[in-house]
Structure formats: C-alpha cells, structure tokens
C-alpha cells in the first residue's frame, strides 16, 4: 500500500526466465524459495527489443524504448553510417525513479543500473554499470567513495570476458565478480537508511550465454559436461547463499523486489542478414566478397548501388539508405513502405536448415512506440521467436550459422523475465498474472506515496499497491 515511508529494496537480475527462477533452479535455493513463499510472483513482459540497456531503462522510467532513443548497446548517430555511440543515463530524456526520489529529497543507492556509465549524481550513491570501461577511475558517485568501495572486497568487478572457449576461466570469474559485488552491497545497505536500494546483477546473464548447452538437453548443441553443469549449479547456489546474506539485515519494513530485464533461452543459430540482402541485391559490395566474418563496417559497399544494409545482435536492426538523410542515399523515403512490404514477403518465404520457416516478425519503431528518438532502425526484425540471432557479419558463405558470429554462445533472450514481490504483513501470496516491464516504474513509485509523472507511460499495477 502506498506509505511516504516505505523503503524498497530491488534485487536485479538480468536475463533471468522463470523457468529457470520458479522452477529449475529453485530446490538449489533455499532463501529464494522462502522469499518466493511470502511474494507475488510471475512473469515480467519485457519490452521491444528485450535487450539489457533499454529494458532496465524502460523498467525504472516508465518509458518505451523509441521515448527513450534506446534500441540496444550500440546506436549510429544520425546522417552517419558507421559513427555509434553506446547510450549513457545523461542521454535518458525522461528520468528513472531514483533521480524522482532525489529530487524530492530521498535517499537512494543504485549499484550497476544500466545505463549506468558516467554514474549520474542523485542523492545517494550510484555505482556504473557493465559498460564501464577497463580501469575507469569515475565509476561511482559521489567520487570520494571509490577507494572504499574497492577495498570492500579487494577490488570491483563491472563484467568478465564471455563468448569465449576458456569456459572455466569464465565461471571462476563470474562467482568471483558476484560475490564482489553483492560484498559492497551489503556494506552500503548498512551505511544509512535507504527509502531506495537498487542492485543490478548481470552474472545470470553471462552463465546462461557461457553454459546453455551443458544443462538443456534439447539445445541443439547440447554437450555432456560434468564439471560445467556443476559449475552452473554452482553459480546459482552462490547466487542464493548471498541473497540470504543481504536478506539477513533486511528490517521488516522494507519492501523486497526481485526482477529480471527478459528471459533468456537456447540458441538456434544465426541467421546472416546481410548475406541474405546481398542476396536480394538490396546491399551491394564494391568487389568480390571479402573473407569469412568480415564485419559489414570493413566491408567495401557500392552505396550509389544500396539501399538497404542490416546490423547483427538479438534482432535484425535494417537501415534503408534513404535519399537526404543518409550521405549517399539513393531510396526515396516514399518507397519505404513497399520496400518494408518487398522484404517481409522474401523473408517470410526463407526456410531454416531443417525446413522449418524462419518465421519473421518485422516490426516498424512508429508502429510500436508512441514516439521515436534517436536513430531507430526503420524495421526491426525477430527470427523464430529470437532463438535465431541476426549475424552482420559477411563473407561465410550461408545465410545460416550454427554459432554467433562475435564468439560462442549458448542462449539468447526471451520476452520473458520474472517479477516477485514480498511486502511486510502482506496477506497475499503466490503466482500473479503477467506483468509489463513498463509499469514497474509507476508502481514503484506509487508504492512510496508518490504520484508519477503525468508523461510517464507505464500505469501502476494495482495488484501490486
């Protein structure tokens, strides 16, 4: 119930599904089940696209992805073709509620939100995210607290190198990068009385693209491994040893949110979409092509000759090159729309290797969003409901690859992350309906006696108040 008073507690863990949380995992982790039975609980829609960046922006701002200008990790600044940028929280045009709660005179600690680098100044402490460069001195605000933070659990882990082969060495650091920061989580929890206490967890994430395979039989690679399934199991253990730990000095009146970006799931393959657009002659290369896993920035493209070109990840982010908006575009903006037509057709009449459909869901940022920001792709496209990536790369002679072209990889995302609520004297328990990401913002806020802001999209989820 909305209380002025209420403090929050929110536990982030990225990627995790609730198949994994609520089911799999779960006998591995008694103080997860013991708060999962005084919580509401289920399964948290994320948002499009279900990428970390935007969906935990969208989660606290209350905000859609195209109001926010966020579409992943990456983004082309605008009349450029190759000029990114990666997004940072002073780009956010709407504000998350830890900086509504600062503003009225909270105080809030928030560890590893993304965005999260630069930290923003709230009132509080706010440590940056997994984007944080290698050695980054300014990685917490206020500044003063670095060295105490690093000297909590001697030193500071933002992320390990995944997609990787040395898979021991992977999950040795994912445990130790854990512990480290759930350590300094524990010592800010006791340093004050905080109305707001966020924590971003990005190892589930990590795991599930590092060992998919070794505990999911039905993955299509799926490989016998002792020592890593264990080492999976492990993960989790040590995950719920220290939510037990930080539960411990949790008052009885705190509110305890546990939430999740998106889910996550095995992954079929990758589909290579510039391969597929050369193909078509929507994309066409000065030259011969180059060789295997050539990236499409170093490729030699015929721009007088191109209309179109896409980029890799999650999903198929095309850009047309369009006439006065790109710097040698050739496709007038008013044949958009049979272009956008033209392809989903071809792409509908693609088989996967097995003779399966590739099942495209093109969507256009206008059609989805209320508004679009920043450099939006003009389709964005899912193959087999995302267990197909998007490959950028070129040069491998197939539209189709068994592993991700930047490194291997297990899972990718799902739309379905998990959301658990445990409130103090709370009567009511157990499995809830399906929530969106979008309100979680409102209903946070809503919660701690404050009324959102008019602009914001998400509504409060009454259930929940």
């Known amino acids: 119930m909305a209380d002025p008073h209420a403090r929050t507690l929110v536990l982030g863990l990225d990627s995790v599904p609730p198949g994994l949380l609520f089911d799999r995992f779960l006998p591995l982790m008694p103080n997860m089940q013991r708060l999962l039975e005084r919580s509401v609980y289920g399964t948290l829609k994320s948002c499009d696209p279900p990428i970390t960046v935007p969906a935990w922006a969208v989660m606290f701002t209350g905000m859609d992805p195209g109001t926010l200008g966020i579409y992943g990790f990456r983004h082309r600044r605008p009349g450029t073709y190759w000029d990114t940028y990666s997004p940072t929280p002073q780009l956010l045009p709407h504000p998350p509620v830890w ?237 958009m729309p049979g272009l956008t037509a033209q392809m989903t057709r071809e792409l509908a009449e693609v088989r996967l290797p097995d003779g399966a459909p590739l099942s495209p869901d093109v969507r256009e940022p206008a059609a989805i969003y209320r508004e679009v920001r920043g450099d939006a792709p003009d389709l964005m496209i899912y193959f087999a409901q995302l267990k197909w990536r998007s490959a950028g790369t070129i040069g491998h002679g197939t539209m189709f690859l068994k592993e991700n072209d930047t490194g291997p990889d297990d899972s990718v995302h799902s739309f379905d992350g998990v959301y658990a609520m445990a409130e103090p004297g709370r009567a009511q328990h157990g499995p809830q309906p399906d929530r969106a990401i979008i309100d979680i913002a409102p209903t946070v806020l809503r919660r701690m006696g404050i009324e959102p802001p008019a602009k914001m999209q998400g509504r409060a989820i009454a259930e929940l108040l």
């Open 99 to 335: 900086e509504i709660l600062s503003r009225l005179g909270k105080r809030v600690a928030v560890i590893g939100m993304p965005p999260g680098y630069p930290p923003p100044r709230v009132n509080g402490v706010y440590i940056s995210d997994f984007l944080t460069p290698d050695n980054a001195k300014d990685f917490v605000q206020p500044p003063e607290l670095a060295e105490e933070i690093l000297g909590v659990a001697g030193g500071y882990d933002f992320d390990v190198t995944f997609r990787a082969t040395d898979r021991q060495r992977i999950g040795e650091q994912l445990i130790a990068m854990t512990r480290k920061r759930w350590a300094v989580a524990r010592h800010l929890w006791k340093k004050e009385r905080w109305d707001l206490f966020a924590l971003h967890e990005i190892g589930p994430d990590r795991i599930h693209h590092t060992f998919w395979k070794y505990f999911d039989l039905g993955h299509p690679r799926s490989e016998k491994n002792p020592a890593f399934y264990a080492l999976v199991e492990e993960y989790y253990r040590m995950l719920d040893d220290e939510l037990g730990q930080f539960l411990a000095l949790v008052g009885d009146d705190v509110t305890v949110f546990i939430l999740s970006d998106h889910g996550s799931q095995m992954m079929d393959g990758c589909f290579c979409i510039n391969e597929w657009l050369i193909s078509k002659g929507y994309l066409t290369l000065r030259g011969p092509m180059p060789p295997k896993g050539t990236q499409i920035e170093k490729a030699a493209i015929d721009w007088s000759k191109t209309r179109a070109w896409g980029a890799g990840g999650y999903y198929a982010r095309i850009f047309f090159n369009v006439k006065g908006r790109e710097p040698n575009g050739i496709l007038p903006a008013d044949q």
